[in-house]
């Protein structure tokens, strides 16, 4: 009973942390107007992921496959959360970034006015932050110790067999 409980616990963690994070990204670009640099869209791959594997793992959890599926989305999750600490460490100046962080635009009938009003959003500057923790900080906190939770959770369910 203990191990369905704690591996249904790693699933809906593994399917709910990555929705939110990438659902709260979306609505801030978008209803906030926080446009992301590059690297915020780096950390953004490995949400996807996470998402995809871990759908996959709940088609699955029945089986043995299930499991695999999940722990690689927490692994995924985990990834995200790594990159959000390099920006972190970017955006507080603790070293240099590898990018130069360019926005890309689409070329209308106007290309010199689309790059002109095209935003520059930069990597080395965090557009919002909280408790002096940035955005790439806070998927950095939250993704790693979720990662972490998911795995100690998929790991107390497999002892409990």
């Known amino acids: 009973m203990k ?27 978008f209803a906030f107007g926080l446009v992301p640099c590059e690297m915020c869209w780096w950390q953004r791959y490995p949400h996807m992921a996470a998402l995809v594997l871990a759908a996959l793992g709940w088609m699955a959890r029945k089986g043995r496959g299930g499991d695999a599926f999940i722990a690689l989305a927490a692994i995924s999750l985990g990834i995200s959360g790594l990159i959000g600490a390099f920006h972190a460490g970017v955006e507080y100046h603790w070293w240099q970034g590898i990018t130069a962080c360019t ?42 110790s979720c990662a972490a939770l998911i795995l100690g959770l998929l790991r107390r369910a497999r002892r409990g067999k």
Do not use: H
């Open 103 to 144: 926005q890309t635009t689409k070329l209308g009938n106007d290309p010199l006015a689309a790059i002109s009003a095209a935003p520059l959003v930069r990597c080395d500057v965090a557009p919002w932050s909280l408790f002096g923790i940035s955005l790439a900080g806070y998927n950095f906190l939250i993704s790693t």
């Open 3 to 29: 191990s369905s409980f704690e591996r249904d616990a790693a699933f809906a963690l593994a399917c709910l942390v990555p929705a939110a994070l990438l659902g709260g990204a979306v609505f801030s670009q």
